[in-house]
Structure formats: C-alpha cells, structure tokens
C-alpha cells in the first residue's frame, strides 16, 4: 500500500506534456483575427493578423487549461502594410485566459531588438496583465520592472519559452538558459486559464510548433 501511494505521487507530480501544431487550423477559436497555413521563413506556421486596428488578434487553442508549467513555441512578427508608425510587429503568447477575458501575456517587439535608440532596445520584450495592467499603466507606474531587451528581428523566429508557477513567470527567448525577463508577481495572481495566441494592431504573427508541460 505504501508503495502504491508512493507511485501515485509521483504520477501526480510528473508534469503532462502536450504538443501542437497550429498550422492545421483544427479547434482554433479566433477573436478578431483573420487566421491562414503558410510555410513561412521555412515552418509550417499559422499567420494571424488583426481584422481591425481597433482591437487586438487572439486565437484560443485546443489545449487543457494551464496553471504552472512550461509553454515553448517559436514566434516571429513583423509590421503590416500600411500600418502606423507607432506598429512594432507586435507578437506574443497568452496564459490563464479567463472566461471574463482577463489574461496573463508576454509579448515581442520585433522592430525594437537591434534599434539604434537603447531606450527602444529595452522595450523589445513586454509582460501585461489585460485589462487592468495595459503595458502604459505598467510603464508609467513600475518603469523598466515589466520590461527588457533582447536581440530580435522583424521577421525572423524567434524560439520563446515561458515558465508559470503560481504567481511568478519568467521568459526566455533564443534558447537561453538565462530568463529574459522575470515577473514576480503576476497580477491576476495564482489562477488557470486557456493558451492563446495574440497579435497587437498594426502587426502580423507567424506561430509554429507549440508545446505545453503542464505542472501540479
């Protein structure tokens, strides 16, 4: 019996993994996206842009809801025709989507990584907690915290990783082993949420290659 309990802990202990390809389209759910299969920079990948400068793309996978863990998936964004000047290539993944809409969100800012402006360089990579924390809010309240720099490009892929345990997350980006940027305390606090894809106005996303490993 007591090994029997013994096995069983460490089952539930075991993180479960999950992998996903979003380029087959299959159990998508797109919230103001218009969304396509392409190969894209050599990938099989989703494209995903806004269908209105007014709101932002997102795109809910078919994947279990997460709480702690790891989400790996390679990204790249890059600035749509015609967009403003304001436009970055805005490009980045969800967790913890609630039913209200309330989400946790890392996101890149392509056109910002190799700017010859260091203060646009330090703004290449952003953590947001919609809709109460809008990156403005957090720039102005906690400058640089939710924030940081890392070498990307328009256009290219960039290889992301996030990992979630309770109210802390860190990113890392280019298969560092060093976290990008760190938070420690996420400001809808400890909950689970579905994944999702998200691309902000004046951008355009490429995503391949998504896999969970969920953790108790």
Known sequence: MIRLASILIALAATPSSTSFDPSTERGLTPHHALIASETFAGAQSLRVTPVDAAHDAVI????????????????????????????????????????????????????????????????????????????????????????????????????????????KARLYVNGASQPSLIVNDLKHGDTTGEIALWVGPGSIGHFSAVGVAAAP
């Open 60 to 167: 809910e996978l078919p994947l279990p809801k997460f709480r702690n863990g790891s989400i790996t998936l390679n990204i790249a964004g890059e600035v749509a025709p015609n967009a403003d000047a304001g436009s970055r290539g805005f490009v980045g993944l969800i967790f913890r989507l609630q039913d209200d809409g309330r989400f946790e969100c890392f996101y890149l800012r392509p056109t910002n990584g190799r700017a010859d402006d260091q203060l646009r360089r330090n703004h290449s990579l952003q953590y947001v907690s919609e809709p109460e924390y809008p990156w403005e809010r957090l720039r102005k309240e906690t400058p640089g915290q939710y924030e940081s720099y890392a070498d990307i490009q328009p256009g290219k892929w960039v290889p992301m990783r996030i990992e979630v345990t309770g109210v």
